[in-house]
């Protein structure tokens, strides 16, 4: 069983990396450091008993065994541990913590699905290639233009990747041949900066004094042919796999098109055990606050329900939208989803199970994506406004962007998504502590921020259960310290607007 004691922090530290540990619970009136005033909360419910809440975790593989979540890990106390029978009859056999729609198996690799955009041109492709919007229904209009876009992304990602596959492959030769000049003239004997510098000053030869410079510069920067051909994979592995429409990398026979085949997946929610995502955000919810030098979550009196959706590369709508009707339907009154889709094949099933959530009263919390884009012009998705209408049909749904811990031009974080509509609130999500399997170590993403709010929801429902979702999104929104201060607007351009 991993500890999760170890950390990156040295004990001489600077005290600011010191205060970096938890700056995200303090108070901008009291601290001068624009968190979320957690401990000020605390004090004012010391008097106060919560309940219990259950929180959803939309998210990647858990391990439910580590020390900082163990006790906080939901038990569906209506299933018999392993006995291969669906005891509570909600569809799902032996979901004893959660479900993992991923299918995964311990000891096997995690799937390697499709690119966003490579999907939706795969859903389309027969409807819509070669055609010409005159061509096509007004009633698919819409799935037209995103497959025209959809479309235009992949074969520029392609192009790039080819660019890309053909430039480290002539880098590997380039490197066999330095190596096979330069090992000749030493005699396989240890190579050096200085020793080449030497040579240098007596070789004439044009030709060898070119391998003695390209040496030197892999010396420089630690590169060996490994880290060609290591290149080389990830490219040929992106083309064969995440940009290829023919590809599925899918674990499970389910139709992926059909709502109703619900019939997959499993109950391993620690999955292979190869990544840990769902572990850095519920490290900041739920981890045990009793543990000292540690990262502390926001409370102790929760219960984490782990639903596996999102392998490499992004998630299916499919997957998103019963994950969504599993948490609500056992329990779970806040859930966390940091993710974002930019390309959702089924929109409407996504909407539906948003609506469905709101229908039972639960608040649903996302991230609003790590691209400095504005989503009032480039919306994606997860959402609560419609792609096509851009209307909002649901009250239960916040969106999330990142905030740093200094009130001035950096405040918001210089890769979060923003937008004066689609983007609900700003909460920490730059320097932050989470726990990174057995170690802790600086994190950032907005990923973190949804997972902040999550905690915010989760402590007001668990000592106020009688609010409902829409009466806690409004209290966090309105509750929320706006600063009169110029930030710099997040952009991939060098120049600050």
């Not at 739920?286 to 990262?295: K, T």
């Not at 609560?384 to 009130?407: C, H, L, P, Q, W």
């Not at 668990?462 to 966090?476: D, R």
Request: glycine share 4%; proline share 2%.
């Amino acid at each position: 069983m991993p500890s999760y004691n170890k950390t990156r922090l040295k004990p001489d530290s600077l005290y600011l990396e010191k205060q970096l540990l938890y700056w995200h619970f303090k108070d901008i009136e009291s601290d001068t450091i624009p968190g979320i005033s957690l401990d000020k909360a605390y004090d004012f419910l010391k008097n106060k008993t919560p309940e219990n809440i259950i929180v959803g975790i939309l998210d990647t593989e858990l391990n439910i065994d580590h020390l900082a979540i163990q006790d906080q890990i939901w038990i569906n106390d209506d299933e018999i541990i392993n006995n291969g029978i669906d005891d509570d009859k909600n569809g799902y056999i032996d979901d004893i913590h959660g479900w993992n729609f991923l299918n995964t198996i311990a000891g096997e690799n995690l799937p390697s699905i499709n690119y966003g955009f490579t999907r939706y041109v795969q859903a389309y492709e027969k409807q819509f290639l070669n055609k010409t919007i005159s061509d096509v229904h007004k009633d698919s209009i819409h799935q037209y233009k995103q497959f025209k876009k959809a479309q235009t992304s992949l074969n520029e990602s392609i192009e790039e990747s080819n660019s890309e596959l053909s430039r480290y492959r002539g880098l590997l030769n380039k490197c066999i041949s330095t190596n096979k000049t330069i090992d000749s003239i030493f005699y396989n004997k240890e190579i050096t900066q200085t020793k080449l510098d030497s040579l240098s000053n007596i070789i004439t030869d044009t030709i060898i004094k070119k391998h003695i410079d390209y040496k030197k510069l892999l010396l420089q920067y630690d590169i060996n042919e490994d880290y060609y051909h290591y290149k080389i994979n990830e490219f040929s592995t992106e083309l064969a796999q995440q940009l290829n429409v023919k590809y599925n990398g899918r674990l499970s026979k389910d139709d992926v098109n059909d709502i109703t085949d619900t019939k997959y997946g499993n109950n391993n929610v620690k999955g292979v055990g190869q990544i840990n995502h769902a572990l850095r955000v519920s490290s900041l919810i739920a981890a045990n606050r009793n543990n000292l030098d540690s990262v502390h979550g926001i409370l102790n009196n929760i219960k984490i329900m782990p639903v596996n959706i999102m392998s490499y590369y992004g998630v299916y709508d499919k997957d998103i939208a019963l994950a969504i009707r599993y948490a609500v339907d056992n329990g779970a009154k806040v859930i966390n989803m940091s993710f974002s889709i930019s390309y959702p094949v089924h929109e409407q099933w996504l909407e539906e199970a948003i609506i469905y959530a709101m229908e039972n009263d639960v608040l649903l919390v996302t991230s609003s994506g790590n691209f400095r884009e504005n989503l009032d012009f480039q919306l994606d998705y997860l959402n609560d406004s419609s792609i096509i209408t851009k209307k909002e049909f649901a009250n239960n749904f916040i969106k999330v962007g990142a905030s740093s811990y200094r009130v001035d031009s950096t405040l918001v974080a210089n890769f979060s998504n923003y937008g004066n509509k689609e983007v609900d609130i700003f909460a920490p999500g730059n320097d932050l502590y989470t726990i990174h399997g057995n170690y802790i170590d600086k994190d950032l993403g907005t990923s973190l921020s949804s997972a902040i709010t999550t905690g915010v929801a989760a402590l007001i429902r668990s000592y106020y259960p009688n609010l409902t979702a829409f009466e806690v999104k409004q209290i966090i929104m309105e509750s929320g310290v706006s600063y009169d201060v110029m930030v710099n607007k997040p952009s991939t351009s060098d120049k600050k607007e």
